[in-house]
């Protein structure tokens, strides 16, 4: 059994720094391409950021690019979203979610990852 559980979302105010971060746990590789999605209410999932198995690939949608930084422990099997500068815009619940091959490279697309976690709400106040 796989599990996903992300941490660190709330209310904050726009600008400053915010972490979260998903933990994985069960029969889940450190090895796993791993991506941060997140969505608002009659919206479909919005792809945010991913990270290759190996650590050193990443991507970035456009919309945060420069703002938010994923990165990874591979030992703990941690995930984490650094947002920096926040905007009211990036209001959603963000989910964590992970793809199931070893050294699986990062990915923009949700139907690329298997599992995924129960999401946690940030939301930024203006």
């Known amino acids: 059994q796989v599990k996903l559980v992300e941490s660190g979302g709330g209310l904050v105010q726009a600008g400053g720094s915010l972490r979260l971060t998903c933990a994985a746990s069960?029969?889940?590789?450190?090895?796993?391409?791993m991506g941060w999605f997140r969505q608002t209410p009659g919206k479909e999932r919005e792809f945010v950021a991913a990270?290759?198995?190996?650590?050193?690939?990443?991507l970035h949608a456009d919309s945060v690019k420069g703002r938010f930084t994923i990165s990874r422990d591979s030992a703990r099997k941690m995930v984490y979203l650094e947002m920096y500068n926040r905007e009211p815009e990036d209001t959603a619940v963000y989910y964590c979610?992970?793809?199931?091959?070893?050294?699986?490279?990062?990915?923009?697309?949700?139907?690329?990852?298997?599992?995924w976690g129960q999401g946690t709400q940030v939301t930024v106040s203006s």
């Open positions: 979610a992970s793809r199931s091959a070893l050294y699986s490279g990062p990915s923009t697309d949700a139907h690329a990852y298997l599992f």
């Open positions: 069960g029969r889940i590789s450190s090895a796993y391409g």
């Open positions: 990270i290759g198995g190996g650590g050193a690939e990443t």
